[in-house]
């Protein structure tokens, strides 16, 4: 390779590094400043080495009290305070705002048809004419620039666009519905929480009057009035309530951490929560829950759209049967020398008409069409699950609401019944057996009280979920 040759080689090589280089730097954030050639950006201290965890770094926050992901350590909750960490928070929230973003950009994509496409290239290359008898090797530089203009395609952009806007707007009701999904598990897990600690209330509550009644039976026992066993029964029933008790307390740590998970804050310090389990008849009727279902639900929402997009699609597949239109123009300069000075342009329009392409414009036409009646059935399907999820959200709202009332009750005759049976042991005329029946059975109505207030709360957050809010 000659000296000329080589040094053409190395211009043009060096015109292209410049370019791209000239791009990437264009697409670096500005706030991060690159080093120069040949020089290095002075290296930061190394940091001390400390030995911390995500545990240690949560625990040391909270000893100094200081929020971590938002939350005060006793700081005290309301629901919907829970909720907004919880959609801020949450992962799959995060992923379906990504989702959401991403069929926008695609939108842009399909857009991209409409405005011109500009590129500009050059090129070396070194070659010998057959003609020539002395076979010499000659250069040759060249640079070009070139435009194509999308004119006319017979609307096979605007679907483009179209089927894209459509995906984006079931992309937002996918989002829609992900929130949905986390504000139910958030609602879900702070009524279990809140049933939690009240059922250890109530376990508290039994350890104490088991206490209260071995107390009483020590001192019977110790006057001559009872025998050991009732000393030895109340003793049992102390151990079998504070084994409730334990149970009941981890009850409260276990449904605690699945809170902290449904917000998104596993390492969440401890807080407190605002007692929201009273209860308060829904007026919604079935008839209303249905219509505002399909009129809301985010997921039927999204299905829609698809739908109209395998519509769009069909036209989309339709437009290969016809012509489009494109007009282009270029601007180049060559030579056999660096820089060239020889130019010449063109520009004219072109007419792409298909003639015969293997069937694949009618294939592709077909499938478009079984796939627009796929969607038709998805989406039929889909009103009947969501009907089926109105029903039983409904019908297990109306439970619960009845549920409540009784539970309510049976707490009112379950504490008489004890007091009669603790009054007549009192007096000496009642037997331990009863007594301990009856404060379990108190138990057991206190404790299904509590669940028929959670049940019910939780019933109406799936109603609403059901009907799209």
């Known amino acids: 390779m000659t000296r000329s040759s080589l040094g053409g080689v190395v211009c043009v090589a060096a015109l292209i590094a410049v370019f791209f280089a000239g791009v990437a730097k264009a697409d670096e954030p500005l706030s991060v400043p690159s080093g120069t050639a040949g020089a290095q950006a002075p290296a930061a201290a190394p940091a001390p080495a400390v030995a911390t965890t995500p545990s240690t770094t949560v625990q040391a926050a909270q000893e100094a009290g200081k929020p971590v992901n938002g939350i005060r350590p006793g700081e005290r909750l309301s629901l919907e305070r829970c909720i907004e960490i919880g959609l801020g928070r949450n992962p799959s929230v995060v992923a379906a705002g990504s989702a959401t973003n991403a069929a926008a950009a695609r939108v842009g994509q399909a857009q991209s048809a409409y405005y011109p496409q500009v590129t500009l290239t050059g090129a070396y290359s070194k070659f010998s004419s057959y003609a020539d008898p002395t076979n010499s090797s000659q250069d040759l530089y060249q640079g070009t620039a070139s435009l194509t203009q999308n004119i006319f395609d017979f609307g096979k952009t605007p679907s483009q666009v179209k089927i894209q806007r459509l995906s984006e707007s079931a992309s937002r009701s996918d989002q829609r519905s992900t929130i949905s999904a986390v504000a139910f598990n958030v609602k879900q897990a702070y009524y279990k929480l809140l049933q939690a600690e009240k059922n250890s209330v109530v376990a508290a509550e039994t350890v104490k009057l088991n206490q209260d009644q071995l107390d009483q039976a020590r001192g019977f026992f110790d006057a001559g009035v009872k025998s050991k066993y009732d000393v030895t029964t109340a003793e049992v029933n102390l151990s079998n309530a504070r084994l409730g008790l334990i149970r009941a307390d981890n009850a409260v740590r276990i449904a605690r951490v699945t809170l902290n998970n449904a917000i998104g804050v596993p390492d969440a310090p401890d807080f407190e929560i605002e007692d929201t389990l009273a209860f308060q008849k829904s007026a919604v009727t079935f008839e209303d829950a249905v219509q505002r279902a399909y009129g809301a639900r985010p997921d039927l929402l999204a299905q829609q759209s698809r739908r109209e997009a395998s519509r769009e699609s069909v036209s989309l597949a339709r437009s290969g ?85 009784v539970a309510d009750l049976t707490v009112q005759q379950a504490q008489e019944n004890y007091d009669i049976a603790n009054g007549r042991y009192h007096a000496g005329v009642g037997s331990p057996l009863d007594v301990s029946n009856a404060l379990v059975g108190l138990a057991n109505a206190k404790t299904n009280s509590i669940a028929a207030l959670a049940n019910y709360k939780i019933a109406e957050a799936a109603l609403r979920r059901a009907m799209g809010e």
């Open 321 to 405: 049967y016809y012509p489009s239109l494109t007009g282009n123009a270029s601007y180049t300069r060559a030579d056999d020398r660096f820089v060239p000075e020889l130019s010449g342009w063109s520009a004219g329009v072109m007419l792409t008409v298909p003639l015969f392409s293997g069937f694949l414009t009618n294939s592709q036409v077909k499938e478009a069409k079984e796939n627009l009646n796929a969607a038709a059935a998805n989406e039929e399907a889909l009103r009947q699950s969501i009907l089926l999820d109105v029903q039983q959200a409904y019908l297990a709202l109306r439970e619960a609401e009845d549920s409540v009332s």
